[in-house]
């Protein structure tokens, strides 16, 4: 398994990729810009440049995008819901310019309209936005913790969506937390082969493109999107060691997503716990100060 986080993109998204390699990351995922506003700032040549060479020579494969978190492509709003698929265009088409692998987005959530609704919209804005957006970066949909009106939540949902579609660009982007608090438990190696099978059955690997691997401080169940150290919440040690031996993952690119700090120690620890857990070690690095 390859293993990264996500970087940010402050000073040039350029920088995310020395970012990376401080802490040494072997895949990557970043923002191609603010996560919580419409506005993009246009990429220069210079910038792309600079992230293309400095990811080559950084052997960061593959990198990702995550879009913003205001994309809502299963909005009943029709401005919201327009607006959201011409913000999910031009983002793939940064995430191209960057020769990014993939951008991983959130479904969307229906808002209170119905769940098949919700998912005619989605699929409606996926149609749409996979025929307007350039080829090359892949549409990885995330699996979610299933709070409120948000779809993602249940693998059928995703399934559904591949097979509506039957596009090659479109794939599944697993998060432990997520999927965890969705209800498919992770916290022991009978869970993680559990929810593992239904994974397998219901999506196919084949269709899986990278992973966030992230604790959980919810219960398994509890549907709240709170991400946690690695080992710290309600996966645990256990849970993660198992799911990292799973030969099923050995070739899964695995992205942190954990709570930061400033000189970038919290994820050189999470790093070193995900590889010790992923070769089966059972001393684990301390995760100090945090």
């Known amino acids: 398994m390859r293993f990264g986080a996500h970087m940010s993109i402050a000073g040039g998204i350029q920088r995310a990729v020395d970012r990376a ?106 149609e749409s936005v996979i025929e307007r957006a350039p080829a090359g970066p892949r549409v990885l949909l995330e699996t979610t913790a299933g709070q409120g009106t948000a779809l993602g939540g249940r693998l059928e949902h995703l399934r559904w969506f591949l097979d509506r579609l039957g596009s090659e660009r479109l794939g599944v982007c697993l998060d432990t937390c997520h999927l965890h608090a969705a209800g498919y438990s992770l916290s022991s190696p009978a869970d993680v082969e559990s929810s593992l099978t239904q994974i397998e059955a219901v999506i196919g690997f084949e269709n899986v493109y990278v992973m966030h691997c992230n604790d959980s401080l919810g219960e398994a169940g509890s549907h709240r999107d709170r991400h946690a150290h690695i080992g710290a919440g309600t996966i645990g040690e256990e849970g993660f060691a198992a799911l990292l031996t799973d030969p099923r993952l050995h070739a899964m690119p695995a992205v942190l997503e954990t709570p930061k700090d400033e000189a970038g120690d919290w994820d050189r620890a999470n790093l070193a716990r995900l590889r010790a857990l992923h070769c089966g070690d059972s001393i684990l690095p301390p995760m100090a100060g945090s």
Request: glycine share 8%.
């Open 21 to 126: 390699v401080e802490v040494d990351c072997e895949t990557l995922q970043v923002f191609t810009k603010s996560a919580r506003q419409w506005a993009a700032r246009p990429l220069d040549d210079d910038e792309v440049e600079a992230f293309r060479s400095r990811r080559t020579d950084a052997g960061i494969d593959p990198a990702v995008a995550h879009a913003s978190y205001l994309i809502n492509l299963g909005s009943a709003d029709n401005d919201l819901w327009e607006r959201s698929c011409d913000s999910f265009v031009v983002e793939i088409d940064r995430c191209a310019r960057l020769g990014l692998d993939g951008i991983v987005i959130h479904p969307g959530a229906h808002g209170g309209d119905g769940e098949q609704a919700g998912l005619d919209r989605v699929a409606e804005a996926l």
